[in-house]
Structures are given as structure tokens and as C-alpha cells.
């Protein structure tokens, strides 16, 4: 009999623990589909300095119930150049305080409902056509499926209190607070959910099955715990994404050493406002949990400045991001002198092509090398292109408004075209990569001509961009004349190697999967090169 009563505790728990899981999961994808892009504009926007990094964190992990989803989203953005070391400390900070809430939505006595909120949040899912209304059922679904989760793991935890081992591991923790923090700390490892973990703390002090002196350093350990999740999304990361999670990691632990030390005055706060609020279990370990990592938010956000020198003296290296924010479109000049504003723009555009060049260059080292490292930076060179094509023309847009001259005018439609074939130049850099993933993963192989055809057609091709973008730079004729005559050796060569691949697929030296990459890639090409030709043609027409 006690075997299946053990049986059952598990399955329970485990059952509970996966559904409360997946409703958390369901919830906050429901939440972040609602919001859209917005959360990443709100990180982008609204972090301009520390403080404000702090209420972006709180607002964003409300919105997604998860401080390491933030937090995983704050790495990606420093690594990408959009924000500063300092600025993501900060969210760090307000992603510890916002994952608080789900302790308190949790506190609150809905388990009752939990079976009737998942059945609306069915029916809005289910018999809606329109998206809103879906993702709206699937807040609402997850919500329901989170409580669902919680009562059955109470009610999986209950005979916990009767073990006698259990019961001793509880005495231990409360003696040893350290003990409670491993466990914490690797549960929330394991789960990869602080929530998840304290909603099972909740559920275990509720059940009695633990007290306050034991629970509290658990808690402790499950911040730590969730740092883990910052730390595997950082690997392979840029020097300040690294440091950003290390960031997240020393946050925690320093918080933790401070309660720990001072929990002989913490423990007894915490009783104290538990009976003099009246409050129940769950809402005991909620102001636990949020009192935690608001006073530790409090205490270290004076040392934001402090914390970012020591994981810059821990990990060292050159702080080397793409950023993708523009740095000279200073709207001020709009109004003020256009023809500033123009050459605003115009060095912008430069930068941008920079971009573009480097990620062809990075889209030639993946085919030769296979390194994940260059598909991914070939990944972030077109994304920031595609984030300055949007900035850009926005202000050449606000620009036409104005009073140009007649040749302002002309660079003004120029600088225009240019962006327009620089973004189509980094779609198409994306596509070779997008090849190369096809040739890995269906392990197509090359001909080693074929290999060395490509290598010359990429270097041809990256000699036309460069010389195209320096005769925009410096509005060389001379230069935009060259690069006519390399486009024309590009289109030559594109219909050479066409024919030599015939002649080697008809000789049977080359498989049909190797030949679909090949002519795609050298169609690629030939496309960025009637791009940097256009770019070319603008400049010999402007002058």
C-alpha cells in the first residue's frame, strides 16, 4: 500500500509540476504575442540609463512571467550592440523584482476556479477566429492551467509531512541555511523555473511540511538557481553578453550572502508580517520572495557602476558588439540645417554598407569553414542592416519634408536608392548562408573546383562592394566606373561556372543537391553585384 501511495505522490507531483509548467509557459507566450515587438522596444527604448532599465525589467518580466526569459532577451540585446553593460544590470535587476509577481498571483485562493478558467481560456482558443481573442484564451488558459498544476502538486505533497526522512531533511535546513540554498538552487536548475520552484515552496509550507526557517533559504537558492538559464544563452556569446550573465549570477549570490548573514533578523520580519497581515502561507512566501529582490535591487543598484568593473576585470577582452543603433541621425539638424542632416544620413548609409560587407565576407567564411560563429555573425550584420534601413529612411523621409537645394534633392533620392539596395544586398548574403545550412544538414558535398569556382566569385563579388561603397563615400566617379566593369566580370563568370556545372553534372562529378547550391549561391552573388552596381550607376548619375 505504501508503494502505491509513494507512486501516486510522484505521479502527482511530477504531473503538477509539468502542467503548472506549461501553463507558466502558455501564459507568457500568450502575453508576449500580445505585446508583439513591443517588449524588445521596450527594452531598447526605455533603458537609457540605469533606473529605467530597472522599471524595463519589472514591466517585461510581468508581461512574459519569466526573469529568464528577460533576462536571455537583455544578453541578445547587449550582444547585438543595443544596449550598454550598465543598462542591462540594470533589467537584470528589474527581471529579479518582476518575477516576483507570479509568487503573489499565486498566494491568491484560485486553485478553486483553476478547472473553469481553463475551460474559457478552451473555448476562447478554440472557437474564435480572430488572433487577438486567441492569444487572449491562451493567457487566460495558461493562467488556469498554472493553478491546476499547483493543486496537484499540494496534493501530491501532502504525504510528505508523514515521512520521517523528509521530516529530518526540513530540521537540517532549518540549522543549516546553506543546505536550503543547494537545494534551491539546484531545483530551480533542474526545472529551469524560479516560479515553478517557489510555487512548490509555497505548496510545501502550506502543507506544513516545512517551516519558515527552512523554506527562506531555499527561496535564496532558487534566485541563484535561475541564473543558469542567462548563462547557457550567453555561451558563444560576445565578451559583454558573458558579462551580462555573469552579472545576473553575482547579483544573486551577493544578495543571498547579504540574507543569509542577516537571516536571524530576516526570519522573524517575515513571521511578523505573516501575523500581523493575516497572511496564508503562500502569501508568506511571496513577501518573502518579493521583500528579497527588492531590498537587494535597493542595496546593489548604488554599485551598478562597481558590479560592471568587476565582471569586466573577471572576464576580460575587447568588448566588441555590432551596433545596430544609428549614431549619426540626430534629428535636431532636420529643421536646423538639411544639408547637415543630409550628410547625417549619408554617414549613416556608409555605416550601414560597412555592415553589408562584412557580413558577404562572413557569409564566404561559413561556406569555406562551416563555423557556426560566422552564419551567426552573418545573422546579426543583416539584422542590424535592417534596423538602420528603417531608421534611415525614416529620417531621409522626415527629410524630403524640408527645403533642399536641387543637388540635395538628387543626393536626397540617391542616398534613398542606396539604402534600399544594401538591405536587399544583406537578404541576399542571408540566403547563401540559409544554403550552406541546407548543404550541412543534408550533407551535400562540394567538388573541390566547385569550392574554388565559389571562392573566386566571392572575392570578385567583395571587390565590386568595396569599390562601390568607397565611390559613395567619396563620391568617386573613377571608383563607380570600376565597379561597372567588375560587375560585368561577375555576370561573365556567373554564366561560365553555370555551363562548367552542366558539363560536371552530365560527367557525373557533381550530385543534383550539390548543383541546387551551387547555381544558387553564384545567383546570389550575381544579384549583390547588380546591386553594388546600382550603387555605382547613382554615383557616376549624381555626378
Known amino acids: 500500500m505504501m508503494e502505491l501511495n509513494v507512486q501516486e505522490m510522484i505521479f502527482q507531483f511530477v504531473g ?13 507566450d500568450g502575453l508576449q504575442r500580445s505585446a508583439g515587438d513591443r517588449l524588445r522596444d521596450i527594452l531598447d527604448r526605455f533603458t537609457t540609463n540605469p533606473f529605467m532599465g530597472v522599471l524595463a525589467g519589472v514591466i517585461v518580466t510581468i508581461l512574459i512571467q519569466s526573469s529568464s526569459g528577460t533576462t536571455v532577451l537583455t544578453v541578445g540585446l547587449v550582444n547585438a550592440g543595443f544596449m550598454t553593460l550598465k543598462q542591462a544590470i540594470g533589467v537584470v535587476m528589474g527581471a529579479n523584482i518582476g518575477t516576483t509577481v507570479t509568487a503573489f498571483i499565486i498566494g491568491f485562493p484560485i486553485k478553486d476556479y ?18 487577438k481573442v486567441n492569444y487572449a484564451g491562451q493567457i487566460v488558459f495558461g493562467f488556469g492551467a498554472l493553478f491546476f498544476g499547483l493543486e496537484l502538486m499540494s496534493t501530491g505533497m501532502k504525504p510528505l509531512r508523514s515521512l520521517e526522512a523528509f521530516h529530518e531533511l526540513t530540521l537540517n535546513m532549518s540549522s543549516n541555511p546553506l543546505l536550503g540554498v543547494v537545494i534551491g538552487t539546484v531545483f530551480t536548475v533542474i526545472v529551469q523555473s ?24 531555499v527561496l535564496f537558492g532558487d534566485n541563484i538557481g535561475t541564473t543558469i538559464t542567462a548563462v547557457l544563452a550567453s555561451i558563444g556569446a560576445s565578451v559583454a553578453a558573458r558579462r551580462t550573465a555573469l552579472t545576473h549570477v553575482i547579483f544573486n ?44 535591487t535597493v542595496i546593489q ?24 543603433k544609428p549614431k549619426h541621425l540626430d534629428p535636431v539638424f532636420i529643421e536646423r540645417s538639411p544639408s547637415v542632416a543630409l550628410g547625417q544620413a549619408k554617414e549613416e548609409v556608409i555605416r550601414m554598407s560597412e555592415f553589408a560587407y562584412k557580413g558577404v565576407k562572413e557569409a564566404s567564411n561559413y561556406l569555406i569553414s562551416k563555423s557556426q560563429k560566422s552564419a551567426e555573425k552573418t545573422a546579426q550584420y543583416e539584422e542590424a542592416i535592417n534596423n538602420l534601413d528603417n531608421k534611415i529612411t525614416d529620417y531621409l523621409i522626415q527629410l524630403s519634408a524640408t527645403s533642399l537645394s536641387g543637388d540635395e534633392s538628387t543626393r536626397h533620392g540617391m542616398l534613398m536608392d542606396s539604402v534600399r539596395d544594401i538591405e536587399r544586398i544583406g537578404d541576399h548574403m542571408e540566403n547563401v548562408v540559409e544554403l550552406v545550412d541546407y548543404q ?17 566569385m566571392f572575392n570578385l563579388t567583395l571587390s565590386a562592394l568595396n569599390e562601390a561603397f568607397d565611390a559613395l563615400d567619396k563620391w568617386d566617379v573613377a571608383k563607380a566606373q570600376e565597379v561597372v566593369k567588375l560587375e560585368d566580370k561577375i555576370d561573365k563568370m556567373e554564366r561560365t561556372l553555370r555551363k562548367q556545372h552542366i558539363l560536371r553534372l552530365n560527367e557525373g562529378e557533381c550530385t543534383g543537391s550539390a548543383g541546387i547550391v551551387f547555381v544558387d549561391i553564384i545567383s546570389n552573388l550575381e544579384r549583390i553585384g547588380d546591386h553594388a552596381v546600382n550603387i555605382a550607376e547613382a554615383v557616376i548619375g549624381e555626378e
Open 16 to 28: 503538477g509540476l509539468g502542467i503548472f509548467l506549461f501553463g507558466l509557459k502558455y501564459m507568457g
Open 114 to 131: 483553476a478547472l473553469p478558467i481553463i475551460a474559457i481560456g478552451s473555448l476562447l482558443i478554440f472557437f474564435f477566429k480572430n488572433k
Open 194 to 217: 524560479s516560479s515553478a520552484t517557489i510555487g512548490v515552496l509555497q505548496g510545501l509550507y502550506s502543507q506544513n511540511a516545512m517551516d519558515i526557517q527552512a523554506a527562506l533559504p
Open 253 to 296: 549570490l551577493i544578495g543571498t550572502a547579504i540574507f543569509l548573514i542577516f537571516l536571524f533578523a530576516y526570519t522573524p520580519f517575515i513571521e511578523y508580517l505573516r501575523d500581523s497581515l493575516n497572511l496564508t502561507p503562500e502569501m508568506t512566501i511571496a513577501f518573502g520572495h518579493g521583500i528579497f529582490n527588492i531590498t537587494n
Open 301 to 324: 543598484f548604488p554599485f551598478i557602476a562597481g558590479l560592471a568593473f568587476l565582471v569586466t576585470k573577471i572576464i576580460p577582452g575587447d568588448d566588441a558588439t555590432i551596433e545596430y
Open 440 to 456: 550541412i544538414s543534408n550533407k551535400v558535398k562540394m567538388t573541390d573546383v566547385a569550392m574554388k569556382d565559389l571562392d573566386e
